[in-house]
């Protein structure tokens, strides 16, 4: 049998790969492969969860980053980025309106910005009194445990932080030399200490991304077992040194979101604005290939230009409503239901394989 699809059905058997097979299924991906991966991740996805789609409200509450990732819009060194945050009345407007639109996860996202954490701590523990049934997720970036103690403490139940890369000269081509690949592995293991949810993940097509990080990606997250994991297609940003880079592709991400799958079945994994923004419908066929959350923006338009992470993000003039309407027709076409609730992970016990 092909090599590949020997690979896909131990990927499928046992859920776990050697980094070999890793390297392997991402060197060498074929239509045929990349067909039957989504076949199966969308079986164990529809076996786990059904049809229904998870919605997280994502709040980009600052703009303020003291880092100074060489990939992101918002990194530091860009002078002519107008600088924003939100106040705590405002974050809280977005969180009700976003409550009567029907969502019950607030994501809180923003630069590094540690001088909001108090604030922060504030709001968590005001949307926690007014809507106990909500979860609300943090994406702050890196902190020292004691913070990440607080933010617990105050009623987060979640915690975003990719990885952004499982391998560490990958990891120091993309950062400047003060951030460390060790310190972004402890703070991964101190939320997951705390008792957060916590999420990893990494860009598709990163800047000198090879297959073997991609495959030491897999294998770290075959190894943490996030109950979350982000992945989007790597966009260049006009205003940052990876400028001329190419794009990740819409197929590489797709294969992707299907070893996820297939890698860690009750994961919950979003389909990113990122892949809606290389493609229209990109984020559709994420549900396809297996995904099951996405997070529609509930910013306020007046900001979301100043929070772009990289060139051509979409959706930047559309109001929470008009997201959520359109984002409901759009997976109707598809059969998927977007479903009000907090959307907790579904702890999979195993069973018959979905072949
Ligand atoms: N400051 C928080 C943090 O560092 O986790 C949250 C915001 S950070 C901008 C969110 C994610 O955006 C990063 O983890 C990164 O993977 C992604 N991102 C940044 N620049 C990007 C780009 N040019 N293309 C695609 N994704 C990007
Ligand atoms: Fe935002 Fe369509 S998803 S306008």
Same mark, same amino acid.
């Given at each position: 049998? %092909?090599?590949?699809?020997?690979?896909?059905?131990?990927?499928? !058997?046992?859920?776990?790969?050697?980094?070999?097979?890793?390297?392997?299924?991402a060197?060498h991906?074929?239509?045929? *492969?990349?067909?039957?991966l989504?076949?199966?991740?969308? !079986?164990?996805?529809?076996?786990?969860y059904?049809?229904?789609?998870?919605?997280?409200? /994502?709040?980009?509450?600052?703009?303020?980053?003291?880092?100074?990732?060489?990939?992101?819009?918002?990194?530091?060194?860009?002078?002519?980025?107008?600088?924003?945050?939100?106040?705590?009345?405002?974050?809280?407007?977005?969180?009700?309106?976003?409550?009567?639109?029907?969502?019950?996860?607030?994501?809180?996202?923003?630069?590094?910005?540690?001088?909001?954490d108090?604030?922060?701590?504030?709001?968590?523990?005001?949307?926690?009194?007014?809507?106990?049934?909500?979860?609300?997720? +943090?994406? &702050? *970036?890196?902190?020292?445990?004691?913070?990440?103690?607080?933010?617990?403490?105050?009623?987060a %139940?979640?915690? +975003?932080?990719?990885?952004?890369?499982?391998?560490?000269?990958?990891?120091?081509?993309?950062?400047?030399?003060?951030?460390? @690949?060790?310190?972004?592995?402890?703070?991964?293991?101190d939320?997951?200490?705390?008792? @957060?949810?916590?999420?990893?993940?990494?860009?598709?097509?990163?800047?000198?991304?090879?297959p073997?990080?991609?495959?030491?990606d897999?294998?770290?997250?075959?190894? @943490?077992?996030?109950?979350?994991?982000?992945?989007g297609?790597?966009?260049?940003?006009? %205003?940052t040194?990876?400028?001329?880079?190419?794009?990740?592709? &819409?197929?590489?991400?797709?294969?992707?979101?299907?070893?996820?799958?297939?890698? +860690?079945?009750?994961?919950?994994?979003?389909?990113?604005?990122?892949?809606?923004?290389?493609?229209?419908?990109?984020?559709?066929m994420?549900?396809?290939?297996? !995904?099951?959350?996405?997070m529609?923006?509930?910013?306020?338009?007046?900001?979301?230009?100043?929070?772009?992470l990289?060139?051509?993000?979409?959706?930047?003039?559309? %109001?929470?409503?008009?997201?959520?309407?359109? /984002?409901?027709?759009?997976l109707?076409?598809?059969?998927?239901?977007?479903?009000?609730?907090?959307?907790?992970?579904?702890?999979?016990?195993?069973?018959?394989?979905?072949?």
């Amino acid at each position: 049998m %092909d090599k590949l699809f020997s690979i896909i059905d131990s990927l499928s !058997a046992g859920r776990t790969l050697t980094f070999e097979q890793f390297e392997h299924l991402a060197a060498h991906r074929s239509d045929e *492969g990349a067909r039957l991966l989504r076949e199966r991740a969308a !079986a164990v996805r529809d076996q786990i969860y059904g049809r229904d789609i998870f919605v997280r409200g /994502l709040i980009e509450f600052s703009n303020v980053c003291r880092n100074d990732c060489l990939y992101c819009g918002i990194r530091r060194s860009d002078p002519s980025l107008q600088r924003y945050r939100l106040s705590e009345t405002q974050i809280m407007d977005c969180v009700r309106s976003g409550y009567d639109l029907g969502f019950r996860t607030f994501v809180l996202q923003s630069g590094e910005d540690p001088s909001m954490d108090a604030g922060i701590c504030d709001i968590v523990r005001q949307i926690k009194t007014e809507y106990p049934a909500c979860a609300v997720t +943090l994406s &702050l *970036g890196e902190r020292d445990r004691g913070t990440y103690e607080a933010f617990h403490a105050a009623g987060a %139940d979640r915690y +975003l932080l990719r990885h952004e890369t499982a391998t560490k000269e990958h990891y120091e081509k993309l950062h400047p030399a003060e951030m460390s @690949f060790e310190n972004r592995m402890r703070c991964l293991r101190d939320l997951r200490d705390l008792g @957060f949810a916590v999420g990893a993940g990494f860009m598709v097509g990163a800047p000198y991304q090879t297959p073997a990080d991609l495959a030491r990606d897999f294998l770290f997250l075959q190894e @943490f077992r996030p109950d979350m994991v982000g992945i989007g297609p790597f966009i260049p940003h006009k %205003d940052t040194p990876f400028k001329d880079m190419p794009a990740g592709t &819409l197929e590489d991400t797709l294969y992707c979101l299907s070893i996820i799958r297939l890698l +860690l079945p009750d994961v919950l994994l979003p389909a990113t604005t990122a892949l809606g923004t290389i493609h229209p419908l990109g984020r559709e066929m994420g549900f396809e290939h297996g !995904a099951n959350v996405i997070m529609p923006n509930l910013s306020p338009v007046t900001v979301r230009k100043q929070y772009q992470l990289y060139d051509g993000k979409i959706c930047l003039n559309d %109001d929470a409503s008009q997201c959520s309407a359109c /984002l409901d027709l759009r997976l109707e076409k598809y059969g998927y239901r977007i479903v009000v609730d907090r959307g907790d992970r579904k702890r999979w016990k195993g069973g018959e394989d979905h072949v």
